[in-house]
Every structure is written in structure tokens, then in C-alpha cells.
């Protein structure tokens, strides 16, 4: 058994660590709100922007000749990996490398597939044994949707080239706290909807289906990817808040296990004192 110093020392070490993920949990817990409160409130409209489009993508190709439908043969392929800057969040950042290499090992065998991480996390694991053609974690310093848009714009100029046939996002989409969905998404070419979901017929275009289209196309898929983002970083702040949760529970049944051993070893130290002394005490009576 250990001796006293060495259980008072680990007792200190916990507590000092329950203390830290504590005050963690509580950090995350105030950030979670205000960034679930973000993308609840920007879904309905991203989700009804990207209605919109597909119900109009049917007719991209004669009306408009927009490229971002453009649905060609794949050989290069473009995945956009979401991750956090920080760790401490559980599997969160896990989850999304594992679906990514899936996708280029499995998905997208064969063909050319390259990364563009956003996220610190991401990008230093991504690069390690793969290509990862561009960085963006500093995004996350101030994520706002003009910054979001700038990427967007890169990533529909790479499509617009030629330099990738297909994009897909993978991210962790938020539903609660203790709960992230890994989500694999098609950004270009545009998904068009199923044949009997396309409402194109039923709006009347002023001033034209071509001129709205246009406008449109780059908006939604701006709004695409900024809510992907959106939904990655509430989804970071769940994760770690769970796992600081679930740290702190941990560190203080550990705290607990190691005081009562501390007062199973001082116990057992003071009986043997009174052995002692009474042994001594009989030794000279004798």
C-alpha cells in the first residue's frame, strides 16, 4: 500500500485536475448557448434557401448553363474536413477524421482525393500522410458568415476550373449537447431534387428564372457552408462540455476512492503505533 505522502499528493493532483475540467465544463456550457442559439436560428432559412435551389437545379443546365450542376464523370475529389482548433472534446475530432479517410479509402477509391481541412485539428492529422491543398482554422477566430463566404467562393472556383469533379463536406451536425451527427454532404456539383419535389413550376420569376438563379446559386451554397460550420462549432462546444463532464465525474469517484484508501492506510498506521506502544508496555511489565 502507499504510504501517506504519496495518497496526499495524488489526492492533491485530482482535486486540482476536477478544479480545471470543472471550470472547462462551465466555459463551454456559457460558449454552447450562444453558438446553439446561432444555428437554430439560421436553419429554417438555410434549409429553405437549399429547397429552393434543387427545386430549380432541374432546369440549371438549359436555362442558366451554371457549372455548379455540371454533374461529370469523377476523378478528383475534394473533401472538405470540419473540425475544431482545440481538443478536450471527446471523439469529436476522431469521428470526422475516420469519415473522411472512409471516404477517400472506400467512397472514392481510386479516384484523386484531396483535403482542405478547416480546423487546426484536422489539418495537422490530414497532413501527415495526405494532401491538404489549403487551411483555413483561422476562421474560427471570428466566424462570421463574410469570412465562411470567402472559402465558399474558393471552393466554387475550384469546381468552376475543372481542378475537382465532386466536393463533399464532413461535419458533426448539431442536436444536443451530449449528441453530434457525423454528416457527410455533397457541396458541388448541386444536388438537384427528385423529379416529383421540384416546385419550379409553381413560382412565377420576375425578372427571370436565369437572373435569379444566378444570384441564387452562390447564396445558397455560401449559406451551405456557413451552416456546416456553424453546426461543427455548437457541436464542439457540446463535446467538450460533455467531456469535461464526464472528466469531472471521473476525477472526483477518483478523489473519493483515493481518500478512503488515505484513511484505510492512517488507520492501519495508527493501530500499529498502539501495537507498538502496547507491545512495549507488556515487554517491560514482563
Known sequence: ???????????????????????????????????????TAMRPYADKLTELLQG????????????????????????????????????????????????????????????????????????????????????????????????????????????????????????????QLVTTEQFLPIVPADGDQSSSADYIFEPSKVDIVEQLIPKSLKTQLYKAVRDSFASEHGARMTAMHKATDNATELRDQLKLTYNQARQAAITNEILEIVGGAEALNN
Open 56 to 179: 430549380l437545379s432541374g432546369s440549371l443546365d438549359a436555362d442558366s448553363g451554371s457549372t455548379y450542376a455540371d454533374n461529370r464523370p469523377v476523378n478528383k475529389v475534394l473533401v472538405v474536413a470540419i473540425t475544431s482548433n482545440r481538443g478536450l472534446c471527446g471523439a469529436f475530432n476522431t469521428n470526422i477524421l475516420k469519415q473522411t479517410i472512409f471516404l477517400m479509402e472506400d467512397t472514392f477509391k481510386g479516384k484523386q482525393v484531396d483535403f482542405m481541412a478547416i480546423g487546426k485539428k484536422g489539418n495537422d492529422i490530414l497532413g501527415k500522410n495526405n494532401t491538404v491543398m489549403a487551411n483555413h482554422s483561422d476562421v474560427f477566430d471570428d466566424l462570421t458568415f463574410e469570412n465562411v463566404a470567402v472559402i465558399a467562393e474558393e471552393l466554387m472556383d475550384l469546381f468552376d476550373n475543372g481542378s475537382y469533379d465532386r466536393i463533399e463536406l464532413v461535419y458533426n451536425k448539431f442536436k444536443n449537447a451530449a449528441t
Open 1 to 39: 500500500m502507499a504510504n501517506l505522502k504519496e495518497i496526499r499528493n495524488r489526492i492533491t493532483s485530482v482535486s486540482s485536475t476536477m478544479q480545471i475540467t470543472s471550470a472547462m465544463k462551465m466555459v463551454s456550457a456559457a460558449k454552447l448557448k450562444k453558438a446553439q442559439d446561432a444555428i
